[in-house]
């Protein structure tokens, strides 16, 4: 009986994902090779883990429109991290403190324990005083059907002091004897990373705050992860979020020390882990091999500066894609890097590459097989190159255009997409680290509706969606005064993974 009602409400979404799934699979802005919905909306990935034998995601979804509402937990999985299945919804609203339609089941996370697949979610309702955020439980063995804990919510209400509306994000792991969550909190108008404890991931205690803002940091951290991270100085800790309130930045990093005795994470080390205008929430998991993978929302929340809506998609019935799955490794600077993973070179189709080395006073066609999905790795000698600024000019047809500004001499990057679709808007800017290196390194990949071009290292990152048509398929490496030296230009045509 208890479990009959979510079981009812999951039917009903799933009867309207199918109605639609087959009109919806023919829109022409579906990416090839990016994670979207079946049908419907998608936001923040959660619950990420593997799972007896595969790979399961779910996300934030509303099977019943193309915008935000009501919450539901789609459901995937994938035994090699390209491809994936649809499974029947995961969760749905259908309780007094997650039914809502402005609330549901919001983000959260998941673990294994004892062969058993457990979801922590923020429940969120409105009984009429306003939003109330509380955190929940789901279960299941088979890692397809989920029931509701019983005793839900497992986590009633902040610690006193704290924001009733603005308490939410489980993020769920294990340490030692304890099993340990971390929930975003609200606090005078800052940000707090709260910690909590159990021994039975059923009865939880708060246990400390574990990081919190002074104001530089914003004001409510949304989807908090935490996670440990090693290179060969040793082990570190690392705390993201998607930070509300800090203007351009979407997606922060800190890397530092956990002290387990206190409760206290202590960190050393900021950084942006995508500075574009479509990464947001990022959640990471391990994955059989031991990688750190991280995969976030490609798209934006209306406070963000440059929001302008979530795109054209909604007319095809869906709106929402995840970024590209990303390995997060400590590099020797205590900075992280987040490299595509390496499965995506099992996907690359025909190989082109450019002859030419000097490139002077000139808007150079980029040899591609499909210059609308593909991927490209560009590399250009610093030691020789004396023009100051170059551009690509990515996804253009006569009129359209997203153009990459590499300026060499203030060593800054921007992606503009004020003419890139006639819909989007908005420029994201960065820092380049140039300082003593010789090459630059250019790791771009294009797919139907986004670009994604990772520099430096992998540590300065550029997310955009770009609803750029077919016919948008011309993309060129452009200088105006000096000489640009490419020491290699390489293209590959990418397979489609998305149904
Ligand atoms: C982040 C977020 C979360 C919340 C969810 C609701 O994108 O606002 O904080 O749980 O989306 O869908």
Redesign the pocket.
């Known amino acids: 009986m208890f479990n009959e009602r979510m079981t009812e409400k999951i039917r009903a979404a799933q009867r309207v994902i199918d109605a639609n799934k087959e009109t919806v699979s023919k829109g022409e802005m579906r990416q090839q090779y990016h994670f979207m919905p079946e049908a419907g909306w998608l936001?923040?990935p959660n619950g990420l883990i593997y799972f007896k034998e595969n790979y399961h995601f779910f996300y934030?979804c509303n099977p019943y429109d193309s915008f935000?509402g009501a919450?539901h937990w789609g459901h995937a999985v994938s035994d090699d991290l390209l491809h994936w299945e649809y499974l029947p919804l995961a969760l749905a609203p259908s309780h007094e403190y997650d039914d809502h339609p402005q609330g549901g089941c919001?983000?959260g996370s998941a673990i294994e324990h004892n062969g058993r697949l457990y979801l922590f979610y923020?429940s969120a309702a409105n009984s009429g005083g306003g939003v109330i955020q509380n955190q929940s439980m789901a279960y299941s063995d088979d890692g397809i059907n989920f029931q509701k804990f019983e005793k839900n919510p497992i986590i009633v209400s902040p610690p006193s002091g704290y924001d009733m509306v603005d308490f939410?994000?489980p993020k769920v792991w294990k340490h030692d004897e304890f099993f340990y969550m971390v929930v975003?909190g609200k606090k005078d108008q800052l940000a707090h990373a709260l910690l909590y404890r159990s021994k039975n991931l059923e009865d939880w205690a708060f246990f400390n705050v574990l990081a919190e803002s002074r104001g530089e940091l914003g004001y409510m951290w949304?989807?908090p992860d935490f996670f440990s991270i090693t290179n060969e100085q040793g082990e570190k800790y690392v705390l993201t979020f998607?930070p509300m309130g800090v203007e351009e930045r979407t997606s922060i990093y800190l890397v530092g020390e956990m002290n387990y005795d206190t409760g206290k994470f202590n960190y050393s080390t900021m950084g942006t882990i995508d500075w574009g205008l479509d990464y947001?929430?990022p959640q990471s998991f391990l994955d059989k091999k031991g990688r750190r993978i991280m995969v976030a929302?490609a798209n934006e929340?209306q406070w963000m500066p440059w929001w302008k809506d979530w795109g054209p998609t909604y007319k095809e019935g869906w709106c929402g894609s995840f970024n590209l799955l990303r390995e997060v490794v400590l590099d020797e600077d205590n900075r992280l890097k987040f490299l595509p993973i390496n499965e995506l070179k099992s996907i690359r189709l025909r190989e082109c590459t450019l002859e030419k080395e000097i490139i002077e006073q000139e808007e150079l066609l980029i040899p591609t097989a499909d210059g609308n999905s593909f991927e490209m790795m560009l590399t250009i000698d610093l030691t020789k190159t004396t023009a100051t600024q170059f551009s690509l000019k990515l996804r253009c047809n006569e009129e359209l255009a997203t153009i990459a500004t590499f300026d060499l001499a203030k060593q800054m990057l921007y992606v503009n997409r004020d003419h890139s679709d006639n819909w989007s808007n908005g420029t994201s800017k960065s820092t380049l680290l140039l300082q003593e290196e010789e090459r630059l390194i250019i790791h771009l990949f294009s797919d139907q509706s986004s670009i994604e071009l990772f520099t430096d290292n992998y540590k300065t990152n550029h997310s955009l969606n770009v609803f750029a048509g077919s016919d948008q398929n011309k993309n060129f490496l452009s200088v105006d005064k000096g000489q640009l030296v490419v020491e290699e230009l390489v293209t590959w045509s990418l397979a489609k993974t998305m149904l």
Do not use: K, V
């Open positions: 936001n923040d934030q935000w919450m919001f983000s923020t939410r994000d975003s949304e989807c998607s947001y929430a929302w929340w």
